[in-house]
């Protein structure tokens, strides 16, 4: 059966040729097409004289995703267990060697995940509509400039970018791609177990960490959470140097004392936010209580090249990383970050916004990874599914991360896409965040989210279909 999946797999850019050998199905498709049509009658690409190359200036979402790895299971409620400490002793030195001297004990605590799930489908589509041209002016050799999948590491393989101009399949099995990365780029950060969400890094990196068996505290496993208040990255209130300083400090204390260092670490924010902090940081950094009481005039007014500087902040945006006390750790900007507005907060006046900046563990001693992405392995079923002899009207791909199921009536098709995914912080304690975090670009960058207003496309999903003809029997 592996071998019939494997050619399945191989097979996805041919699925009009798989679905012509499929039996009638009792799921529920629309009885006609209701894709976005590319050419034919209605196609947005049946244009006489259009141009071969087509532009595409869809923003894809970016983040943490594309560097955490990914790991299959079946378990449905995992325990990940720790040490938090050993107890203060009860008792006295004794006075002779063999009376009772102090005991202890020592203290556990469990961490668990949950899977999400999430599902999107194709629109329908009628095997008699994807072949149609509008007329000889209609061309199928259109030609993709640019990229709308991939910059996650959560693109379901077999996508062809390319076909999504010319084979109507393709283009919707890419538009549920396009939506299943948004949605998973969302969820990483901002998923929320009560809306059946799996729980994102933003609930996971948090205090009040407690026992999954006893929900007894566990502070030891709390997180570093601190409150910028709103001030502005590069204002003259708080100091973003002092606090990041401090934060790193803090986490590579307890890594060093807990027995875990080296870690690697990596820090996660929205794009303005790197971009606003890395124009003031090397100057920050490089004068950080340089000009404070020094009484002496030895250096009354720190002096620094601002070329040098410059070059110090090109560099920064260039290789994605920042120097703290020493340590240079890799930045990675996240579009499922959340970014507050003035809607949010009274603090955040208009122009302005805030976030968060994060200190993600990726690995510890020994390369051990401790955030990373679990999924439902869907391969697991296949001893199951080989009893039903070649009848299912699904398959699985990524290594059995995502799954397609095919819902048809007669001639009417569509596909359905679902993952199963958690991410998992094993050690909260080892990651920290600065939240409330305050930027004032001069410009905010374009969203990748639909529900930002600085999310924009535009156009038509659909152009005028076919008039009435000049004929001699279009009345009769």
């Given at each position: 059966?592996?071998?019939?999946?494997?050619?399945?797999?191989?097979?996805?850019?041919?699925?009009?040729?798989?679905?012509?050998?499929?039996?009638?199905?009792?799921?529920?498709?629309?009885?006609?097409?209701?894709?976005?049509?590319?050419?034919?009658?209605?196609?947005?690409?049946?244009?006489?004289?259009?141009?071969?190359?087509?532009?595409?200036?869809?923003?894809?979402?970016?983040?943490?995703?594309?560097?955490?790895?990914?790991?299959?299971?079946?378990?449905?409620?995992?325990?990940?267990?720790?040490?938090?400490?050993?107890?203060?002793?009860?008792?006295?030195?004794?006075?002779?060697?063999?009376?009772?001297?102090?005991?202890?004990?020592?203290?556990?605590?469990?961490?668990?995940?949950?899977?999400?799930?999430?599902?999107?489908?194709?629109?329908?589509?009628?095997?008699?509509?994807?072949?149609?041209?509008?007329?000889?002016?209609?061309?199928?050799?259109?030609?993709?400039?640019?990229?709308?999948?991939?910059?996650?590491?959560?693109?379901?393989?077999?996508?062809?970018?390319?076909?999504?101009?010319?084979?109507?399949?393709?283009?919707?099995?890419?538009?549920?791609?396009?939506?299943?990365?948004?949605?998973?780029?969302?969820?990483?950060?901002?998923?929320?177990?009560?809306?059946?969400?799996?729980?994102?890094?933003?609930?996971?990196?948090?205090?009040g960490q407690s026992d999954a068996d006893?929900?007894?505290?566990?502070?030891?496993?709390?997180?570093?959470?601190?409150?910028?208040?709103?001030?502005?990255?590069?204002?003259?209130?708080?100091?973003?140097?002092?606090?990041?300083?401090?934060?790193?400090?803090?986490?590579?204390?307890?890594?060093?004392?807990?027995?875990?260092?080296?870690?690697?670490?990596?820090?996660?924010?929205?794009?303005?936010?790197?971009?606003?902090?890395?124009?003031?940081?090397?100057?920050?950094?490089?004068?950080?209580?340089?000009?404070?009481?020094?009484?002496?005039?030895?250096?009354?007014?720190?002096?620094?090249?601002?070329?040098?500087?410059?070059?110090?902040?090109?560099?920064m945006r260039q290789g994605m990383y920042?120097?703290?006390?020493?340590?240079?750790?890799?930045?990675?900007?996240?579009?499922?970050?959340?970014?507050?507005?003035?809607?949010?907060?009274?603090?955040?006046?208009?122009?302005?916004?805030?976030?968060?900046?994060?200190?993600?563990?990726?690995?510890?001693?020994?390369?051990?990874?401790?955030?990373?992405?679990?999924?439902?392995?869907?391969?697991?079923?296949?001893?199951?599914?080989?009893?039903?002899?070649?009848?299912?009207?699904?398959?699985?791909?990524?290594?059995?991360?995502?799954?397609?199921?095919?819902?048809?009536?007669?001639?009417?098709?569509?596909?359905?896409?679902?993952?199963?995914?958690?991410?998992?912080?094993?050690?909260?304690?080892?990651?920290?965040?600065?939240?409330?975090?305050?930027?004032?670009?001069?410009?905010?960058?374009?969203?990748?989210?639909?529900?930002?207003?600085?999310?924009?496309?535009?156009?038509?999903?659909?152009?005028?279909?076919?008039?009435?003809?000049?004929?001699?029997?279009?009345?009769?």
């Amino acid at each position: 059966m592996d071998d019939k999946v494997t050619e399945i797999l191989e097979k996805q850019t041919q699925l009009l040729e798989q679905l012509a050998n499929k039996e009638d199905h009792t799921k529920t498709p629309a009885q006609f097409s209701t894709y976005t049509p590319l050419h034919g009658s209605g196609g947005i690409f049946a244009v006489p004289g259009l141009e071969r190359d087509i532009i595409t200036t869809h923003m894809r979402p970016v983040g943490i995703t594309s560097i955490l790895p990914r790991i299959p299971t079946v378990y449905q409620d995992p325990r990940f267990g720790s040490i938090t400490g050993f107890t203060a002793v009860s008792g006295s030195q004794p006075d002779h060697a063999c009376d009772d001297a102090p005991v202890g004990y020592m203290k556990g605590c469990n961490l668990t995940a949950r899977f999400g799930r999430i599902r999107f489908d194709t629109q329908t589509i009628d095997m008699d509509d994807v072949m149609l041209k509008l007329h000889r002016g209609d061309f199928t050799d259109l030609f993709l400039r640019g990229k709308v999948l991939g910059m996650t590491g959560m693109t379901p393989s077999g996508m062809n970018e390319g076909q999504i101009l010319n084979l109507v399949t393709m283009s919707e099995m890419v538009i549920a791609a396009v939506n299943m990365e948004r949605e998973l780029n969302h969820q990483t950060w901002q998923g929320a177990f009560a809306a059946g969400e799996f729980p994102g890094l933003d609930v996971q990196i948090a205090t009040g960490q407690s026992d999954a068996d006893t929900d007894v505290a566990c502070p030891a496993l709390d997180s570093d959470v601190k409150n910028f208040g709103y001030d502005d990255v590069c204002g003259d209130n708080r100091d973003i140097v002092e606090y990041l300083s401090s934060m790193m400090w803090y986490l590579n204390d307890i890594a060093d004392s807990t027995g875990v260092a080296p870690v690697q670490w990596v820090l996660a924010m929205r794009k303005g936010l790197w971009h606003e902090l890395s124009s003031c940081w090397p100057c920050r950094y490089n004068t950080y209580r340089c000009s404070v009481h020094d009484t002496t005039s030895i250096d009354a007014v720190p002096s620094i090249d601002a070329a040098a500087m410059t070059q110090v902040r090109d560099a920064m945006r260039q290789g994605m990383y920042i120097d703290i006390e020493g340590v240079r750790y890799p930045v990675i900007t996240d579009t499922g970050i959340r970014e507050l507005t003035p809607a949010d907060n009274a603090n955040i006046l208009p122009g302005q916004y805030a976030s968060s900046i994060y200190a993600i563990p990726l690995t510890i001693q020994g390369g051990f990874p401790v955030t990373y992405f679990e999924y439902l392995d869907y391969r697991q079923a296949q001893s199951d599914v080989n009893l039903l002899r070649g009848m299912e009207q699904f398959f699985w791909t990524d290594q059995g991360f995502y799954s397609w199921a095919l819902e048809q009536i007669k001639w009417c098709y569509k596909l359905a896409l679902k993952v199963e995914p958690r991410v998992v912080l094993r050690t909260p304690q080892l990651a920290g965040r600065i939240d409330a975090v305050k930027y004032s670009p001069l410009q905010h960058g374009r969203d990748t989210d639909p529900s930002s207003s600085y999310f924009y496309d535009g156009g038509v999903s659909l152009r005028g279909g076919l008039t009435a003809p000049y004929a001699i029997w279009s009345t009769r």
